[in-house]
């Protein structure tokens, strides 16, 4: 499935930002680690070196699920990301 198919507007918009710092702020159940997840993927696969991203989340579980996430979209090239956590 292509990411533009599951995101809504607002959620594309922040995964496909230009390169930089992006702050994602929603409520409980908005598809903030969804966002996070596409948005490190995007910058990895469109030429940012993984050990250049850091992802912020609220939460341990939320961590914990975006590496998850990101290893299965990126396999290898995930390698290196620079720092994940809450």
Same mark, same amino acid.
């Given at each position: 499935?292509?990411?533009?198919?599951?995101?809504?507007?607002?959620?594309?918009?922040? &995964?496909?930002?230009?390169?930089?710092?992006?702050? /994602?702020? !929603?409520?409980?159940?908005?598809? @903030?680690? %969804?966002?996070?997840?596409?948005?490190?993927?995007?910058? &990895?696969?469109?030429?940012?070196?993984?050990?250049? /991203?850091? !992802?912020?989340?609220?939460?341990? @579980?939320? %961590?914990?699920?975006?590496?998850?996430?990101?290893?299965?979209?990126?396999?290898?090239?995930?390698?290196?990301?620079?720092?994940?956590?809450?």
């Amino acid at each position: 499935m292509e990411t533009s198919s599951r995101l809504n507007p607002q959620q594309l918009r922040a &995964v496909t930002a230009p390169a930089g710092p992006v702050l /994602v702020l !929603a409520g409980p159940g908005s598809g @903030k680690t %969804a966002v996070l997840t596409e948005r490190v993927a995007h910058l &990895v696969q469109h030429g940012t070196p993984a050990h250049r /991203v850091m !992802a912020v989340t609220f939460t341990n @579980k939320a %961590a914990r699920e975006m590496k998850l996430r990101i290893g299965r979209i990126l396999g290898e090239a995930s390698e290196g990301i620079a720092w994940m956590g809450t």
